[in-house]
């Protein structure tokens, strides 16, 4: 049996919502004050409070945060007759469920209500999951239990005793940088400053004088002597990041340094002596490089003396888990945010994405749940994937349909090749993108008649009218 406590002032209503919501399984409080409310919600403990924000002796948004406060878990619908924006921000940022007009109740009240009903049995069967992170895992920044990192721990502790060169690969996003930091952490040279630069985000004029640093006058602007990267990681470690993308020019003074050990600044004639360890990685296939002359080949040799390749998170599932909960717990120390917990759905959702983005786009994802979060346990809904995730302008074309019959494609046949589709491009979510072309189809069809078009699809005005928000469908086909 599930409950649901109702306030409002007006019994008139109340009548008409109770009987809109009680059912053999649905048990319904009713009252019309707020403090009467309170007093009921602490000796019930209903599974969700619908409250009116003009109560009396105080507010629903007071009464709101006095429940939040008691119960982080606390599902809590605001509606009202003369909503203002400011209340409707203020009651989600209290951790409202959501805030419905009266004027829309007899079109979405139910629906609200049974994704609320729905969203706390999901948070009550939750509860059990327990973190497997450890004290040790979570004060280290490379997490993963799998195989594939086990081996790239082996060859970090292998390869920090040494100062060979090493030579990082894997997609984007994969934790590259961890790894060279790990390197450095782990070596001879942990006291000595290690530095970073990406190579591709520094315009190729400016790339050389932010490695070599540059003399007084050297150029236009360079109104004082500039010191270099590799001096001041001298003694320690260079990270560079994207190495791909270095200029040829600025490629051969790489070579000189790893080989001489020295180096020119921009403009100058003074040999500068270095003992810097350096560190590269890359997301491309430098050998593919080398074979087009976008890349030294003696230079690839030199760096690629020692190599370590990240594996992509899609090929390691087994540390999605491990990496959500650090995700969870860093950002909780960080950003002073609530300590939050994963469902079991929601790691299973999160186990089977692709993760195109890899670590870095998981990360991502973890930081924007919780900031977005409404309990303190992480539900399936509460994981922006997939399209959720991409700008507007990136949604993926329509896949095309063949196999018709008789001039159509059957069910079956459009089912297969959708799902065809998805599976042969990780990008394409193919639930949030069918909602989206049904949606624009039945829009198209009745001349942007919300009422016909929601009926057509099945929902309601207001969920239909959030879709059209959500995919900016409005603005695409220029509805009035």
């Known amino acids: 049996m599930q409950t649901i406590l109702l306030v409002d002032p007006e019994t008139d209503f109340l009548e008409w919502a109770q009987n809109q919501l009680e059912t053999p399984t649905t048990r319904v409080f009713a009252t019309t004050t707020s403090d009467e409310a309170y007093k009921i919600y602490i000796s019930e403990n209903p599974d969700l409070l619908i409250c009116e924000t003009h109560l009396m002796p105080f507010s629903g948004l007071e009464l709101l945060a006095r429940i939040r406060q008691r119960d982080s878990n606390a599902l809590v619908i605001l509606m009202s007759a003369f909503g203002t924006t400011q209340s409707v921000i203020e009651s989600m940022k209290l951790g409202a469920f959501d805030y419905l007009r009266k004027e829309s109740l007899p079109f979405n009240l139910k629906p609200v209500v049974d994704a609320a009903l729905n969203t706390q049995a999901e948070m009550r069967s939750a509860t059990a999951f327990k973190p497997q992170l450890t004290v040790e895992q979570y004060q280290d920044s490379l997490v993963g239990q799998s195989q594939p990192m086990q081996q790239v721990f082996k060859m970090i502790g292998r390869v920090s005793h040494s100062d060979a060169p090493v030579m990082i690969t894997g997609e984007s996003g994969s934790g590259k940088e961890l790894v060279a930091r790990a390197i450095h952490h782990y070596g001879n040279r942990s006291t000595q400053p290690f530095i970073a630069i990406n190579c591709a985000a520094i315009p190729e004029n400016l790339l050389e004088s932010e490695l070599f640093g540059h003399e007084k006058g050297a150029f236009t602007g360079a109104a004082a002597m500039r010191i270099g990267r590799f001096e001041q990681s001298n003694g320690g470690t260079l990270f560079l990041d994207e190495i791909g993308e270095m200029p040829l020019p600025v490629q051969s003074k790489i070579l000189r340094v790893l080989q001489e050990g020295e180096f020119s600044r921009v403009g100058g004639n003074a040999v500068i002596k270095t003992d810097v360890r350096i560190i590269a990685a890359t997301n491309k296939t430098l050998e593919q490089e080398v074979a087009k002359k976008q890349f030294r080949e003696d230079l690839f040799y030199r760096l690629n003396v020692v190599r370590i390749h990240l594996p992509p998170l899609r090929l390691r599932r087994e540390d999605i888990r491990l990496l959500a909960e650090y ?52 539900l399936p809904k509460d994981i922006p994937l997939g399209f959720a995730n991409q700008p507007e302008d990136s949604v993926e074309s329509a896949p095309q349909v063949s196999g018709a019959v008789g001039g159509k494609p059957t069910l079956e046949t459009a089912v297969e090749t959708l799902l065809d589709a998805a599976s042969a491009d990780s990008r394409l979510q193919l639930l949030p993108w069918l909602e989206r072309e049904f949606t624009v189809f039945a829009m198209k069809r009745t001349k942007g008649n919300q009422v016909k078009a929601a009926k057509l699809l099945g929902v309601t005005r207001a969920t239909l009218r959030k879709r059209i928000e959500r995919y900016g469908i409005t603005k695409e086909l220029n509805f009035q």
């Open 327 to 378: 995700f969870l717990k860093k950002i909780a120390t960080h950003k002073h945010l609530p300590q939050l917990t994963l469902s079991a759905e929601a790691i299973k959702v999160l186990e089977e994405y692709p993760w195109p983005g890899n670590v870095r786009e998981l990360e991502n994802t973890i930081q924007r749940a919780c900031v977005l979060a409404s309990s303190d346990v992480l």
